[in-house]
């Protein structure tokens, strides 16, 4: 399936899931997200902050932050089409704002910049995924341009809705693929997973 077609339907499907079903399946994924070793190891972890259809991520910043790990968010520059990796110090709903593309980010005051080579892992969206960790976000490219800029230790973990799983997305030569999905049925180490068909 063309990727407009399957980023439409998936979006469908996870807009029809239930506040209480999204934050069921997002506990599930929360926990073994904690109990994932690479997560274990990081001191410096970049999450994004969710939308209401996402696998929510407001108790994993909150917990990771209890665990005194660097926690990071990503500030949007949609001219450039990139992140800005920012610290946060604790998370706080007024600290935030609706920036560019409806996504929350931190007021300018509460800015401490992250360089992208710090980072040990990176938690990432994304609308569609396969089992080899292709994905799908909103086609402006915004993760694919970071993560090439992070350091070769860094690790990817997606989070997503076993719904946003697929059988197969065709990848390009500037997508980066994730090491790790993690959904509420399932840990899937992408590694393992040949690389073609």
């Known amino acids: 399936m063309e990727k407009g077609l399957l980023r439409k339907k ?5 807009r029809c899931l239930s506040y209480q079903e999204i934050q069921k399946k997002s506990n599930r994924i929360r926990k073994e997200l904690f109990l994932l070793p690479v997560f274990r190891q990081a001191s410096r972890v970049l999450f994004y902050l969710s939308l209401r259809d996402e696998v929510q991520t407001q108790e994993m910043i909150k917990e990771a932050l209890r665990l005194n790990k ?13 992140i800005l990796p920012v610290k946060l110090k604790s998370y706080d709903e007024e600290g935030l704002f609706i920036g560019p593309l409806g996504i929350p980010q931190p007021k300018r005051d509460l800015w401490q910049t992250l360089s992208p080579d710090e980072i040990d892992l990176v938690i990432v969206p994304g609308v569609a995924f396969d089992e080899r960790g292709n994905r799908i976000g909103f086609g402006m490219g915004f993760y694919d341009r970071f993560l090439k800029r992070t350091s070769s230790r860094t690790k990817t973990v997606a989070l997503a809705f076993e719904l946003q799983l697929v059988p197969i997305i065709p990848s390009q030569p500037y997508d980066v693929p994730v090491d790790y999905i993690i959904t509420e049925k399932r840990v899937i180490n992408c590694s393992e997973w040949p690389l073609a068909l």
């Open 70 to 82: 660097t926690v990071a968010v990503p500030l949007v520059k949609l001219k450039e089409r990139d």
């Open 10 to 14: 998936i979006l469908f499907l996870r």
